[in-house]
């Protein structure tokens, strides 16, 4: 009996689902696997947009590590702005969604209003309306002077302008929340109150029950989250322009710049290749510490 | 105090809390409406939330834009962009969606785990070449490098949150309502199609969302000023002038957004629905 399950003989039908599978199996190819595998040949080449790629071996990542400096910048600031925003949004989200998990009236319009600043995510629009508020004479200043509080550079200021773009990124912790806000709906209740029967607080019970039950969604908005925010662009673009003094010019930016601006196709290449080599570093340890910390209700 | 006292309080304290957040995320929003109805003088160095006065000169001249084409044009671009890739990503997407979910076939758990894979491809690395590739072909400053993506289902986000959801119709349902031996295609358009409704709608506000929103790609692919989008707009009215109107900018902002506040309004249900069971990002 089983020999006979293990040969499977594919039905006519069967093999008609390539039909509808054909548009995938085509984009996959020539949009996704084509491009994929061809930055990686043009990262070891020179190749001018209007020329054609010549091999020029490890030149392009020996440049970018040894002698461009604007690459090292940009790879700190890239990575700063991930170590902010990510956790960042991540607790605002979390410390929202537990908050407002609760009996209370009104929740879902609640809800609907908290997430409307993730509905404009990288548009033009909310750049260029933090660039307006945060300007030296802008409405936060002006705020803060009403207070007696004094003026703060937002944007011209190097060492506070990419905090300033970081605190866009957080302000579009919605979608996170949403999601946080189901996964606590779906913590059994009965573990509450044997963990409230045995005495346990309200502190011990969040980070005892609530934490471990939706450690899989905190993985997946980590996941996610990171991989978003090492390819951020807009907001560095529109509301500084990198500056200043390059502060928040990030690895996206430079990408942009040097492929767009400068065509030099070979070398943008290099960057995005570096780009995905750090998502690709910080996906797998996540993936293999995951089994020491995220917690799967469905494995028992 | 007594235990009804003491609820009444927290009740009251967590209103509280939950108007001070929802002043402070929504601020922005407020202002940059506000903001759209004053000048510069107005716009700086000021608090007061309520403008001198409710004149729409900003909204009229916003409108007109700094070159020779007016915000009309903007729109219809952004709009020739966008529907046309929500709409053929609901087609490619939905039917290879079937394909996964509805057949056993060769090499179906490797092609699976390939549509995962995709999932985590991040943009940057595969930008230059599509560039390249786009350009070769002719197809820089057109639409067709968002449609042609969108034709053959490059978006595995909204394949994998349709297969998931067409794994939770019951087979027997269109086995059985078919019994005579229809055809396959026909099981997809008369008895699954519409039962998926709710994974439809979800997915077609995310891709117009991203799509409307997005400035990268329409930075690069596109050119010339007469098939500029909005975001593109936007950031040239900012570029174009020695004085910047930051009324008149806001005022286009706004009008910018407005579209997608009424369609999160009047959709907010398969919004986070969407979020909720497939994880889709904002």
Redesign the interface.
Same mark, same amino acid.
């Given at each position: 009996m089983t020999k006979a399950k293990k040969i499977?003989h594919?039905t006519k039908?069967?093999?008609?689902?390539?039909?509808?599978?054909l548009?995938?199996?085509?984009?996959?190819l020539?949009?996704?696997l084509? #491009?994929?595998l061809?930055?990686l040949v043009?990262s070891f080449c020179n190749y001018k947009?209007t020329g054609t790629p010549e091999f020029c071996g490890l030149n392009n990542y020996i440049q970018l590590f040894t002698t461009d400096n604007e690459f090292w910048n940009s790879l700190m600031v890239t990575l700063v702005y991930t170590l902010y925003t990510v956790p960042g949004k991540l607790v605002m989200a979390l410390a929202?969604a537990v908050?407002?998990n609760?009996n209370?009236r009104g929740i879902n319009l609640?809800?609907?209003?908290?997430?409307?600043?993730?509905?404009?995510?990288?548009?033009?629009?909310?750049a260029?309306?933090?660039?307006?508020?945060f300007?030296d004479?802008?409405?936060i200043n002006?705020?803060l002077n009403?207070l007696h509080l004094p003026s703060v550079q937002w944007l011209g200021d190097p060492s506070q302008a990419l905090r300033t773009i970081c605190m866009l990124e957080i302000?579009?912790f919605?979608?996170?929340m949403?999601?946080f806000?189901?996964a606590l709906k779906n913590v059994p209740g009965d573990l509450y109150e044997a963990a409230e029967i045995d005495g346990a607080g309200k502190v011990r019970m969040f980070f005892s029950i609530t934490i471990p039950q939706i450690t899989p969604?905190i993985f997946?908005?980590l996941?996610?989250?990171t991989?978003?925010a090492?390819?951020n662009?807009?907001s560095a673009?529109?509301i500084t322009d990198g500056g200043p003094m390059k502060a928040t010019y990030v690895l996206?930016m430079k990408?942009?710049k040097e492929?767009?601006s400068y065509f030099k196709?070979g070398y943008?290449?290099a960057i995005?290749?570096i780009?995905?080599i750090i998502?690709m570093v910080i996906?797998m340890v996540l993936f293999s510490s995951s089994t020491k910390w995220v917690f799967y209700s469905d494995e028992g | 105090m007594t235990k009804q006292q003491k609820k009444t309080v927290k009740?009251i304290l967590?209103?509280l809390?939950?108007i001070v957040?929802?002043c402070v995320?929504?601020f #922005?929003?407020v202002?940059?409406i506000s903001?759209a109805f004053k000048t510069n003088d107005e716009?700086?160095?000021?608090?007061k939330l309520l403008p001198a006065s409710f004149s729409f000169e900003n909204f009229i001249l916003g409108w007109k834009g700094a070159g020779q084409y007016t915000y009309t044009t903007y729109f219809l671009n952004s709009f020739l962009m966008v529907i046309p890739t929500t709409l053929l990503t609901l087609a490619?997407c939905s039917?290879?969606a079937?394909?996964?979910a509805?057949?056993?076939? #060769?090499f179906k758990k490797q092609?699976f785990g390939?549509?995962i894979a995709?999932l985590?491809?991040?943009?940057?690395?595969?930008?230059?070449?599509?560039?390249?590739?786009f350009?070769k072909l002719g197809w820089i400053d057109s639409y067709l490098p968002f449609w042609?993506?969108a034709?053959?289902?490059?978006y595995p986000f909204f +394949?994998f949150q349709m297969v998931q959801f067409m794994r939770g119709i019951p087979r027997d349902l269109d086995e059985s309502a078919c019994i005579d031996g229809c055809g396959?295609f026909r099981v997809?358009w008369q008895i699954l199609l519409p039962l998926m409704k709710p994974a439809l709608f979800s997915a077609a506000l995310f891709q117009f969302?991203?799509t409307?929103?997005?400035?990268?790609n329409s930075?690069?692919y596109i050119n010339s000023v007469s098939k500029y989008t909005?975001?593109?707009a936007?950031?040239l009215s +900012?570029d174009a002038e020695s004085v910047v109107v930051?009324g008149r +900018?806001?005022a286009m902002?706004?009008i910018?957004?407005l579209p997608?506040?009424l369609l999160?309004?009047a959709a907010?249900k398969y919004?986070?629905e969407g979020?909720?069971?497939s994880?889709?990002?904002?």
């Open positions: 499977h594919f039908r069967d093999y008609s689902a390539f039909i509808y599978l548009p995938w199996i085509l984009g996959m020539i949009f996704q084509y #491009p994929f061809s930055s043009y947009i929202v908050f407002l609760r209370i609640i809800r609907t209003l908290y997430y409307i600043p993730s509905l404009f995510g990288g548009s033009v629009a909310v260029l309306l933090w660039k307006v508020m300007m004479t802008g409405v002006s705020i009403t302000w579009q919605g979608s996170s949403v999601m806000l189901a969604i997946f908005n996941i996610m989250q991989i978003q090492l390819q662009f807009t673009f529109v996206g990408l942009y492929g767009f196709m943008a290449s995005s290749w780009i995905f998502i996906t | 009740m967590s209103y809390v939950i957040i929802g995320l929504l #922005p929003i202002w940059m903001a716009i700086f160095g000021s608090i490619s039917l290879v079937y394909g996964f509805r057949f056993n076939f #060769p092609l390939l549509l995709t985590m491809l991040p943009n940057s690395v595969i930008i230059i070449p599509r560039y390249v590739l350009n042609a993506p034709l053959l289902a490059c +394949v396959t997809f969302l991203w409307y929103n997005d400035y990268f930075l690069i909005i975001s593109l936007l950031r +900012v930051w +900018v806001m902002a706004f910018a957004v997608l506040i999160f309004f907010q919004f986070v979020i909720a069971t994880g889709l990002k904002g």
